[in-house]
Nanobody, 122 residues
Framework: EVSCRRLGGGLVQTGGSLRLSCAIA????????MGWFRQSPGKEREFVAH???????IYADSVRGRFTASRNNAGNTAYLQMDSLKPEDTAVYYC????????????????WGQGTQVTVSS
């Protein structure tokens, strides 16, 4: 079993930046694709970004050009760099891992992190 844990998050003003990190327990981080999702009150969970084990990325249209997903396999850590933040980015953000799936559907991911609140003030 692998587990995903949130290492960072926070509060930022419109136009600012934040970086989220997710640590994956165990020695096999490089075997897992990583996904980032978010959910705001009263809304469904939304795909944000994906980074495959080899570094290939997928982004939601709403964040493309502003968010960057990356990973440090040696450190068993995935990152989501968020730039040019907007109030509509406010949500609880989740990291997730999959050993079979590379895509945008939450159902395709096997392991989920705790979630971290990101608040962007206007």
């Amino acid at each position: 079993e692998v587990s995903c844990r949130r290492l960072g998050g926070g509060l930022v003003q419109t136009g600012g930046s934040l970086r989220l990190s997710c640590a994956i327990a165990g020695p096999n981080f490089s075997k897992y694709a990583m996904g980032w999702f978010r959910q705001s009150p009263g809304k469904e969970r939304e795909f944000v970004a994906h980074v495959a084990w080899g570094g290939q990325t997928i982004y939601a249209d709403s964040v493309r050009g502003r968010f960057t997903a990356s990973r440090n396999n040696a450190g068993n850590t995935a990152y989501l760099q968020m730039d040019s933040l907007k109030p509509e980015d406010t949500a609880v953000y989740y990291c997730a891992a999959s050993d079979y799936y590379s895509g945008t559907s939450a159902a395709g991911y096997d392991y989920w992190g705790q979630g971290t609140q990101v608040t962007v003030s206007s």
